[in-house]
């Protein structure tokens, strides 16, 4: 079987071609794990695989609580989207604990 004319990203049972005794290899990138790849896999689909690339991280924001536990979050933009089988793109999100601690936290009511 052989990949020419195909590459997929990620797991895609509908990205195959015909390989020996009807059985069937992949092209898709998730062949490497599983190790049923088509034998030209690597030199045509991976040749043309492009990682995922992304921005920095933004500000952290504010805490979600004004008085007591809550949390903070911040993200980042993907720049370049995975094709091809390339490397998938890392975390956009992060959060974080935080105590809210406004000046009217602390008075009665």
Do not use: E, F, I, M
């Amino acid at each position: 079987g052989s990949c020419r004319h195909r590459c997929c990203p990620g797991r895609n049972n509908a990205c195959w071609a015909p390989a020996a005794r009807r059985a069937r290899c992949y092209c898709d990138s998730y062949c490497q794990r599983t190790g049923d790849c088509c034998q030209d896999y690597l030199a045509t689909c991976r040749r043309a695989a492009v990682g995922c690339a992304v921005g920095p991280w933004g500000p952290w924001s504010g805490c979600s609580s004004p008085c007591g536990v809550g949390s903070r979050a911040r993200s980042r933009q993907v720049t370049v989207p995975p094709r091809h089988g390339g490397d998938p793109c890392p975390d956009l999100k992060q959060r974080r604990g935080c105590l809210g601690q406004h000046p009217t936290c602390g008075t009665a009511k």
